[in-house]
């Protein structure tokens, strides 16, 4: 199983960014696949979730209203539309799977991507 995470950069306070995570390996309809996040000495945190088979999505409460999950099948590849950022978005984003329903625990997701750096300047 591979996740591939990709479309971190440097953006203005304010600005959007779209993250994209390409899964292979296996069959992911099952699967629920989460983007999270890790800032410079902070623990890794939950930033959404989507259930591959139905689409529901999860979010954490800091970025309701801002970021946006969705997948397309066709492509087996989850995306995290990010807009009106803020520095405190600034963090290293990973993209992660895990079967069945979604979870806010990072210890719960067997399968993870490399990373990619969002950095949001003021």
């Known amino acids: 199983v591979q996740l591939q995470a990709s479309g971190g950069g440097l953006v203005q306070a304010g600005g959007s960014l779209r993250l994209s995570c390409a899964a292979s390996g296996r069959t992911f309809s099952s699967y629920a696949m989460g983007w999270f996040r890790q800032a410079p000495g902070k623990e890794r945190e939950f930033v959404a979730a989507?259930?591959?088979?139905?689409?529901?999505?999860y979010y954490a409460d800091s970025v309701k209203g801002r970021f946006t999950i969705s997948r397309d099948n066709a492509k087996n590849t989850v995306y995290l539309q990010m807009i009106s950022l803020k520095p405190e978005d600034t963090a290293v984003y990973y993209c992660a799977a895990k079967e069945d329903t979604y979870s806010a625990y990072a210890w719960e997701y067997d399968y993870w991507g490399q990373g990619t750096l969002v950095t949001v300047s003021s």
């Open positions: 989507i259930r591959w088979n139905t689409g529901r999505v």
